[in-house]
């Protein structure tokens, strides 16, 4: 079975295509099922404000995919999502997503941490190794509140922390951890791959999926799905980067989450 779960549109003003699009042509390459997953709008909040949509924009963009539901939905499984950041404040908005808006399921996103008093893009702040454990603490926690169905690129610190030593196995091994200890799965994400390789100290890399972080998963017992990240409906012919960079390390996938 071929699936995505991991799919933006022009909402997110990041992203390219409209919700119909991304479906037509997921159709295109052969995919079963598609979650559309656009980040979550951050009400009262300050931060990301212009890669985000606005909290008014939410009733529009199920509407979207109620009606690509509508359309296509006979000849490809449509599923409703929302890509997330945690906040304790905004219990009320996870709640409401599942309960208003009927998603099928919630992805947790970590792209920004607690630092000096407000939130930070992990990949624009220098990661020492302290702050590196800031940023997994977060991460754990937002695991531990249970609003989430699976962690989108748990590697992600990769684009700031760049060696792998003892500071970044134990990030991982913590975050390996508590996805076994939660049964959550662990996202490959091929936006990743999409980037330029970077340098460290033990040769090339892509920022991520983080090779050195993957190699560890093998000795945890944790669901991996492959995430597209779609910014643009032609990248959902990607798929099969995903599943190559698995097979190069000998881990196996699932090909459909169960919600």
């Not at 079975?1 to 119909?20: D, I, S």
């Not at 924009?57 to 000849?75: H, Q, R, S, V």
């Given at each position: 079975?071929?699936?995505?779960?991991?799919?933006?549109?022009?909402?997110?003003?990041?992203?390219?295509?409209?919700?119909?699009?991304?479906?037509?042509?997921?159709?295109n390459a052969g995919l079963d099922e598609i979650g559309?997953?656009?980040?979550?709008?951050?009400?009262?909040?300050?931060?990301?404000?212009?890669?985000?949509?606005?909290?008014?924009?939410?009733?529009?963009?199920?509407?979207?995919?109620?009606?690509?539901?509508?359309?296509?939905?006979?000849?490809i499984s449509i599923k409703k999502s929302i890509e997330?950041?945690?906040?304790?404040?905004?219990?009320?908005?996870?709640?409401?997503?599942?309960?208003?808006?009927?998603?099928?399921?919630?992805?947790?996103?970590?792209?920004?941490?607690?630092?000096?008093?407000?939130?930070?893009?992990?990949?624009?702040?220098?990661?020492?190794?302290?702050?590196?454990?800031?940023?997994?603490?977060?991460?754990?926690?937002?695991?531990?509140?249970?609003?989430?169905?699976?962690?989108?690129?748990?590697?992600?610190?990769?684009?700031?922390?760049?060696?792998?030593?003892?500071?970044?196995?134990?990030?991982?091994?913590?975050?390996?951890?508590?996805?076994?200890?939660?049964?959550?799965?662990?996202?490959?994400?091929?936006?990743?791959?999409?980037?330029?390789?970077?340098?460290?100290?033990?040769?090339?890399?892509?920022?991520?999926?983080?090779?050195?972080?993957?190699?560890?998963?093998?000795?945890?017992?944790?669901?991996?799905?492959?995430?597209?990240?779609?910014?643009?409906?032609?990248?959902?012919?990607?798929?099969?980067?995903?599943?190559?960079?698995?097979?190069?390390?000998?881990?196996?996938?699932?090909?459909?989450?169960?919600?």
């Open positions: 079975m071929k699936t995505n779960y991991h799919t933006h549109n022009y909402r997110c003003n990041h992203a390219k295509g409209t919700v119909l699009e991304y479906v037509l042509e997921a159709l559309i997953s656009d980040h979550l709008p951050h009400p009262g909040k300050d931060f990301a404000s212009k890669s985000r949509m606005s909290y008014d924009d939410l009733n529009n963009y199920f509407n979207d995919i109620d009606e690509a539901i509508k359309i296509y939905g006979d000849k997330c950041e945690y906040f304790e404040e905004y219990q009320w908005l996870y709640d409401e997503l599942r309960e208003k808006y009927k998603v099928d399921y919630l992805i947790l996103g970590a792209h920004f941490f607690p630092y000096k008093g407000e939130m930070t893009y992990i990949g624009k702040v220098d990661l020492t190794p302290e702050l590196l454990e800031d940023y997994v603490n977060y991460v754990i926690t937002s695991m531990d509140s249970g609003n989430f169905n699976y962690l989108a690129h748990p590697d992600l610190f990769g684009m700031q922390y760049l060696n792998w030593d003892e500071h970044s196995e134990k990030a991982s091994r913590r975050i390996l951890q508590k996805a076994q200890d939660l049964n959550i799965p662990l996202e490959i994400n091929i936006n990743g791959l999409r980037r330029s390789t970077i340098l460290y100290n033990k040769g090339e890399r892509h920022p991520y999926p983080h090779k050195d972080f993957w190699s560890l998963s093998n000795e945890y017992d944790v669901d991996i799905i492959i995430g597209i990240d779609a910014h643009n409906p032609s990248e959902m012919n990607d798929l099969d980067m995903g599943h190559k960079f698995a097979k190069s390390l000998g881990i196996s996938v699932i090909d459909r989450l169960i919600f």
